[in-house]
C-alpha cells in the first residue's frame, strides 16, 4: 500500500482577514487543492502569467517552476504564484493585493514609458 506524504499549507488570506490551513499531498497543486476543498482563493488566468493569485512566501517553499508571471528576482524575494504552485513541503503564505505584486515587478519599467500627450503611463 503506497502512502501518501502530505504537507500543512496554510494561507493568511487578507482580503477576507483569515487564515485557512490544509494538509495537502505532495506534488498537488496548492490553488486547486483549495479550490476542491471549498475555499476560492484570489486567481484570473490560472497560468502562472499574471499575478492575480501571488503571494508572499513567509515560511517554507513551493515548486512554482511552471509559472512565467514572476520574474526570478520576485521569487528570490519570496513571492510566489498559487495557480501554478505544487506541494514540495510545509509553507506558509499570505495573499497580497495583485497591483501591488504587479507595481513592484513592472512599475519601474512602466514609470518611464510616456502616452501620446508625453504624460507618465498611469498604471
Ligand atoms: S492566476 Fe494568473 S498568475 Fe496565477
Not at 35 to 61: D, M, Q, W, Y
Not at 76 to 99: F, N
Not at 109 to 115: A, D, R, V
Request: overall charge negative; hydrophobic content about 35%.
Amino acid at each position: 500500500m503506497k502512502t501518501t506524504i502530505t504537507h500543512k499549507i496554510t494561507v493568511r488570506f487578507q482580503q477576507e482577514n483569515r487564515t485557512i490551513s490544509f494538509d495537502v499531498p505532495e506534488g498537488e497543486n496548492i490553488l486547486h487543492f483549495f479550490e476542491e476543498n471549498g475555499e476560492k482563493l484570489p486567481f484570473s488566468c490560472r497560468n502562472g502569467c499574471c499575478t492575480a493569485c501571488a503571494v508572499k512566501i513567509i515560511s517554507g517553499s513551493i515548486d512554482q517552476s511552471n509559472g512565467i508571471g514572476l520574474s526570478k528576482q520576485m521569487q528570490e524575494k519570496g513571492y510566489g504564484l498559487l495557480c501554478i504552485a505544487k506541494v514540495i513541503g510545509p509553507v506558509s503564505v499570505e495573499t497580497q493585493a495583485e497591483d501591488e505584486v504587479y507595481e513592484l515587478q513592472f512599475g519601474q519599467y512602466l514609470s518611464s514609458i510616456k502616452n501620446k500627450a508625453g504624460n507618465p503611463f498611469d498604471i
